[in-house]
């Protein structure tokens, strides 16, 4: 029954059952000591665009809501009201459509839409999907509530992996799954930097869990809550502790893994596309002492043909530390004039190199700057006591950075007050990224006192209540800040901490000071698949590691080659970084490595960039993921779900990492036919296995690469130096094309997106977005066409080539637009088709990027 009235109805006395629901099932119970007969649970029913079903209890309620037909939110509080559930900040939407319809059954206690089915079950929820068959996702109940925890328990039900759920580097990690181990968190107060034979590395809370069965029976779950929470997946009934007794969260179902992704994302957002400069090389060190250091790597690399498109400057450029010291310049956060002076200048130098930068900024403000009593005053620091106190929390236990104070981030006014008074003004010298360290935070007391949170009717001001969200507000502020003083400037920030929802922020996050170690670089490509479902597209490393922990000669070269292949492939950006106080090391890759293979693999990458940049416009529209792992679009492959070095770059193009130290790596093909990208002619057809590949060709390093069965891949025919003038607001097009096509029996698509590489416009619709389309049909003739829709208000000419793989198919005719045109020399310039390694290459010309193309093969 729907359509009523909202109004409740309740029921005096339900089953027993329920009142277990409550006050513990499963066997761990509420209090030991409870001599108190525990009252009847009260069910209450409110029909509504959104029903809710509401179980009340000795001072505990329990609502669930149907926010959409594949979608439930469960709340436990001690009061919850009717209406729109609370949601904490890391949830975009505050307002839910419901399901197209539900039917309610007051006497089973069953709410039903077409995807799922709730019912009470001797205490707990059971929650079935409906579609495509039906089956029970889970029971979800009340283990154990008190006045300071809950835990929640919920059952398995055949599941054989559990994904996401954060970041956690961990050595020898050879699968993503979770199950059958726990996932607790890094600290009592949750997100913190781990220390291990491999790393100082980043652990991050994003509690969003995918849960896969056989075939495709799939559900995820987003717990809502910013609490340090511990997820035990080791029996057959899981259990989820959280220390705060109020929380929310969401269960969903789809067709799949990219269904259940986008179906997180609705709610915590989906990524910003960066600048187009965030996808090329970005240098960096800890760190460069002042110009003439940066100006010397700059020189080499643009003297050996590396292209380059930023400078990462760290503590140095705002005159670096003085540990032990209030006296530090941590929080000044303007430029050391002495070793880096003109730097307005300056920067407008590098800009019309094609060089950006990117500037590190930290929480931490020393104790004898005039900015810490400024903020301090307002109560924009963490604070040791309550409103009106003014005493600032100083933090001197690990005072390598100095002494002093830690900007309070939930107060949106300390946000505001430190980007006017700072941000702005590198923002306007020409900085184009912001580097936040230290966010998790590294360095905090538990005494402290902050602005706080809303929290199920309260507002705690605790460290405890704001740790893991502290990052997350930090990177909220640069987003609102920035769109308020400089409307069109796109964040872009990179970040070592955060929480779930920090991505549409424009965060992109990297794992810390890892080592220099095969270990480390295998463990970073566990924690990206798991990432990359936890809703960030970008992921990085410090490529070739941080801390070379001893490691030097030919065992360095040959690791920074490999960690520098595999990152040119996967990471956004892509930041070689390592510490150099000493400057006695290196880390830019014409210096460190074997160059040649250096300069390949970032060729390869920056031609990419036509593909790489339209994924990233599909993370932003439609939620799609750029470098999922394999189960993202194989979940029924059992193998594929288990494989880390193996990835996908969006939808057509797989590869393997060279992550480990032979010759030769397995990269797992699932069933289909695959094309070697480097050596098209040879197509793999696989049943589902590994392919045993070469690492060396030719005396060079390389990844293997290979094309799903009906890719299209856009290119550019050479590498640029750079990606543009980062000042440059013009349409930026990708102006000598390649474009790589593998027909297939179904028809398959790719929409190559173009915009100003700079602005905010492209959210407005100011973009170029040509979508591509391929098909094969039975009699083995092959279709593509090109259709533009150029609302960016700008128009141009470019060079387009396309490069058919055939798999041994012969071609006799060619067609553009219903006319045969010649089949012209391969070494000439001259428009036409030619036989090229795999297939046929279609030379064009030079076209308008508004002009349709209709492509005909004929056998």
Known sequence: MYGKTIQARRWAALTSACCVLLAGCGGGGASAAAPTPTPPAEASYFPSATPQLRLSQGGRQVMLTLVRDDMLHVA?????????????????????????????????????????????????????????????????????????????????????EVLGLGERLVSGSKSPSWLGAQRVPASKYGNAMTYSDISASG??????????????????????????????????????????????????????????????????????????????????EY???????????????????????GAVLDLQWFGGINSGSQSTSMGKLSWATGKFPDPAAKLAAYAANGVGTMLIEESYIGGALPEFRALADQRYLAMDCAPPCKDATVYSSNPWWGIGGMIDWSNPGAGSWWHDAKRVALINDGVLGH???????????????????????????????????????????????????????????LSRSGAAGSQRFGVATWSGDVQSSFAALGAQMTAQANMSLSGFDYYGSDVGGFDRAGMSGAPLSKLYTRWFATSALLDVPLRPHVQNLCNCTETAPDRIGDAASNLAALKLRYRLVPYLYSLAHAAHDQGEAMFPPLAYYFQQDKQARRVVTTKMIGPWVLFGTPSGTDATMGVYLPAGAWTDFYAPARRVASQGAFSQESLLVADQLRAPIFMREGAIVPMLRDAPGHLGDPRDRAMHWFDDMLVRIVPAATESHFTLVEDDGITRGYEAGLSARTTMTTQRNAAGEVRFTLRPDNRSGATATRKLALEFLLGGNSVREVRVGGAVVPQVDAAGTSVGWFVSEGGITLRLGERSVDEAIDVALMP
């Open 76 to 160: 436990y509080s001690a009061q919850i009201e009717p209406g729109t559930p609370f949601m904490s900040p890391m949830v975009v939407p505050r307002n839910f459509s419901g399901p197209a319809s539900y039917t309610w059954d007051p006497d089973a206690k069953r709410l039903a839409t077409d995807a799922l089915l709730v019912e009470l079950d001797q205490g707990c929820w059971r929650i079935s999907a409906r579609q495509p068959e039906a089956r029970v996702l889970t029971r979800l109940c009340v283990q154990d509530w008190q006045a300071d925890r809950l835990r929640l328990a919920l059952s398995g039900e055949g599941a054989t």
């Open 203 to 284: 652990d991050m809370q994003v509690p969003v869990a995918y849960v896969l069965g056989e075939g495709q029976r799939n559900w995820g779950l987003f717990v809502d809550s910013a609490y340090p929470l511990s997820f035990d997946f080791r029996a057959a009934i899981w259990t989820v502790d959280s220390p705060s007794p109020s929380l929310g969260l969401f269960l969903f179902t789809g067709a799949d893994l990219p269904d259940l992704r986008r179906d997180y994302l609705s709610l915590t957002g989906t990524p910003p596309v960066p600048p187009l400069k965030a996808f090329g090389l970005w240098i960096s």
């Open 287 to 309: 760190g460069y002492d002042n110009w003439a250091e940066l100006d010397d790597k700059l020189a080499t690399l643009h003297g050996k043909g590396f292209p380059v498109d």
């Open 435 to 493: 580097w936040t360290d230290l966010g998790e935070p590294e360095m905090f007391s538990p005494s402290s006192q902050y602005f706080g949170i809303d929290w199920y009717g309260a507002h705690p001001t605790r460290h405890t209540d704001v740790h893991n969200l502290l990052n997350f507000f930090w990177s909220r502020s640069f987003a609102s800040d920035t769109a308020r003083t400089h409307p069109q400037r796109r964040p872009w920030i």
